[in-house]
């Protein structure tokens, strides 16, 4: 059972990062992407918060919310099935006069009444693209300690390729930021923003009813970016493993990354589980002569040909003669007999038919959409 005492809500944006992987998210949002075999990327950022005693945690969701609801459900497996607070699933009209929102101002706009309605005294507000596995005790005492107005999670890390138009980094004098720069372009080491947030709610609700009168949509640029001066923005530096989605490849090469040992450990310390949608699938089963190499398989597999260094999910099936190599293989994958696969990344459903060949590269996996027969 996990704590639940923690004074603070969370706020959670599955849509935010859409626009990063457009391809995956056709019928999805970014938060219900499936992630390490067997789980979803909400799944971290939620674990986190409930790890954390976080009870009362909220989902403002844009569009192409049904898998997001479908994977939820109620929120039991991450103990938010509860009658005060819990897991509350905010859809895009929740209210008369209320729009889809363009900006995280917008997004917050449609829930300021329940907002007000709630007794915890900060809000904790993220993003669902960047996977960590984290005590957000430690942000909340980091955010007290300095008497800051809000506190942003950084990393200290290069800019990734697919987040050149859509970053932001900070500059920082004694632990305060001094500026946040939009779509920095810097090359090397930068303090890049996991747009994580900390704020007390009531300040947030006048933010928010302020922005919202002045016609404002966006938090960064047009509440925090212009007021630095005004407010006492901190920095609190995360030191720990994530795993960022910044495009296709990136979310090729994260997954890929669980394949070694000392990540894998990183992601899933033993004082910090992470909760998943319960299935109560058979164990994977191995034929006698499948042959398997360095991979994360997941269970109800069935494993018949070769598979060496893949990342298969739940349900998926290597047929004998198959030979997939450097894959990503969402649920319910099918590879015929005689099919050979490389660098190639299929969402749920796909089947790769018999005797054929499909191959990427390390720089430019091929991806194949849900549904789709090869």
Known sequence: MVKSNTDALGIIFPNASDSLVPEMVTDRTMASIPFGGRYRLVDFMLSS???SGISN???VVKQNYHSLMDHLGTGREWDLSRKRGGLNLVPPYAGAGVKMYRGRV???ASIVDFLEDQKEEFVIMCDSNIVFNFDFNQLIEAHISTGADVTVMYEKRPIPQGLVNDNFTLRMQEGRVSELLSNDYRPGVQNLSMNVYIIQREALITMIRDASIRGLVYFEKDILARNLELLNVQGYEYTGYTARIADRKTYFDENMRLL???NLDALFPEELPVYTKV????????AMDSRIK????ADGCIIEGEVENCVLFRGVRVKKGAKVKNCVLMQNTIVEPGAQAEYVVTDKNVKLTTDRKLSGTDTFPIYVAK????
């Open 57 to 59: 945690v909220s989902l």
């Open 371 to 374: 549904g789709h027969t090869v």
């Open 49 to 51: 918060m409930v790890n």
């Open 106 to 108: 917008e997004a917050l």
């Open 279 to 286: 299935h109560d699938n058979a164990p994977t089963r191995y």
């Open 294 to 297: 360095n991979s994360l398989v």
């Open 260 to 262: 070694e040992q000392v």
